[in-house]
């Protein structure tokens, strides 16, 4: 009687039959994950080195090898040119369409989305080439790749043919070197902090605007790195007595007290938002004040005024505090 084939041996048999490429493009993007999101790893060349073929090269790869799984469909440097041209074209679109999502165009949106269709089109190539007897199926040459794409791109045929292949290798070589040094050493353009604060439902609405002593007020604080290098901000909240001079029409600030103080490191490009309980313990202000401040923190002896010039960036909120209640 046959044996039965049970899950386990199905999976074993599929292990050993997924193609050798698609098992490294696989491996790849875990090591992508890992250069992005390991801190040892993520300010280093590494990040760079692995993310290129992710962006210029393995998606399109997938959806050729898709789209031609058998072996002569295509000439091995036809595919290698145009999975390189049908990533650029991907890797864009996935930016547009994530645009108009709630996620935005933001690094884990985009790890994510990136990850995911190249990890679709694996499983599509491979089930495209599962269809073909085995004799049939591409197989990428990597013992003989560097012969293969040699011998294709410089013919052993006439003159003309050896002309055009070196105008090709050129062109692709320049081509990369080209999106390596844009990606690698790219233009800075305006340095900015996003710096703002959100009601308890995350939107710009729903500020607490009476406030009862010691009772807690969730609100969100958000800071956006746009400097081009990593900063170490600080966020110290005041709350304050200000009085409006009708003369000067500006505010005289009465009192100021320190409320809160908290201090977080931003890679460039990077943006969070912290889960934040303002509260107070007595009455008589009516004005919070939140200040942003880069590396460059005052000491307490500046303070008032010239407290808030100095900071990098501040917002405020009008407030009325009421006595203590029962809850």
């Not at 591409?138 to 293969?148: G, H, I, V």
């Not at 406030?211 to 807690?216: I, T």
Request: proline content about 7%; overall charge negative.
């Amino acid at each position: 009687m046959p044996e039965a084939i049970t899950p386990k041996k199905k999976f074993a048999v599929l292990f050993r039959t997924f193609p050798a490429d698609l098992i490294i493009l696989v491996v790849w993007l875990a090591a992508v994950i890992l250069a992005i999101y390991l801190p040892e790893l993520n300010e280093t060349p590494f990040r760079v080195v692995f993310a290129l073929p992710v962006m210029l090269f393995i998606p399109g790869y997938c959806v050729i090898l898709t789209l031609f799984p058998k072996e002569g469909d295509i000439e091995l440097t036809e595919r290698i040119v145009l999975s390189v041209c049908v990533s650029l074209a991907i890797v864009p679109l996935i930016g547009l369409g994530l645009n108009f999502t709630p996620w935005g165009i933001r690094l884990d949106p985009i790890v994510i989305a990136i990850t995911l269709f190249t990890l679709v089109m694996i499983l599509a190539a491979y089930y495209q080439r599962s269809r073909l007897p085995g004799e049939e199926q591409f197989r990428m040459p990597f013992p003989d790749l560097a012969k293969a794409i040699r011998n294709e791109i410089f013919p052993s045929g006439n003159r003309r043919d050896r002309l055009l292949g070196a105008a090709l290798a050129l062109t692709i070589l320049v081509a990369i070197l080209t999106i390596f040094f844009v990606t690698a050493v790219p233009r800075e353009g305006e340095q900015f902090t996003e710096f703002f604060i959100l009601g308890e439902n995350r939107t710009t609405t729903d500020y607490p605007v009476e406030m009862f002593a010691g009772r807690n007020y969730p609100m969100y604080i958000s800071i956006g790195n746009h400097e081009n290098r990593k900063i170490t901000y600080t966020v110290e909240t005041w709350m304050m007595n200000s009085t409006r001079d009708n003369v000067t029409n500006s505010y005289r600030i009465q009192t100021m007290d320190p409320l809160d103080h908290l201090s977080l490191t931003l890679a460039p490009n990077q943006t969070t938002i912290i889960p934040y309980n303002l509260s107070v313990n007595k009455t008589g202000y009516n004005r919070a004040e939140f200040l942003l401040f880069d590396e460059n923190v005052p000491g307490f002896e500046t303070s008032n005024s010239d407290r808030i010039n100095a900071s990098y960036r501040n917002l405020h909120l009008w407030v009325e505090v009421w006595g203590r209640q029962d809850l």
